[in-house]
């Protein structure tokens, strides 16, 4: 399986949990143009389901282009807390394959995304947030001494 054909899978997974076509778009770019699909509509979730996270931290590791990874991460942060995304690319980089590694290391740079209330309504009333989801500073000494 080649490296886009891996991203292509993650993201039909995806898109087939979230309740969206995974139908592969023609093209020369499917996995990059069902992605784009994809994006708005898991900002705009108060709450994504639980089984959506592996597949979301999974599509951003495979994502070869680091531009682009954020469309996986960023709603990962908002609807799960950067301290469980940042752990699970510790997981990937500590015993990832070489690909998945450095798929870890691109997605790592997303994971700091600045956070806004009025960007997803994974926000509480009021723009609240629990800290404990984005409290990271353990995990973040753990990536620096690998």
Known sequence: MTESDAFLACVREVAR???ADDTV???DQPARQLACTLRKPLLRRERLPEELFAPLMAASVYDPDPSFCRWFVE???YAFGRRRVMAALLDYRRGG???E????DRAWYCAHVPLKAERSPAYGPGGVRDPALDEVGDIKEAWRAL
Do not use: E, H, N, Y
Not at 101 to 104: L, V
């Open 75 to 77: 709603p990962a942060v």
């Open 25 to 27: 778009p023609p093209g």
């Open 97 to 99: 394959t070489d690909a």
């Open 101 to 104: 590694r450095a798929g870890a």
């Open 17 to 19: 949990l979230f309740g």
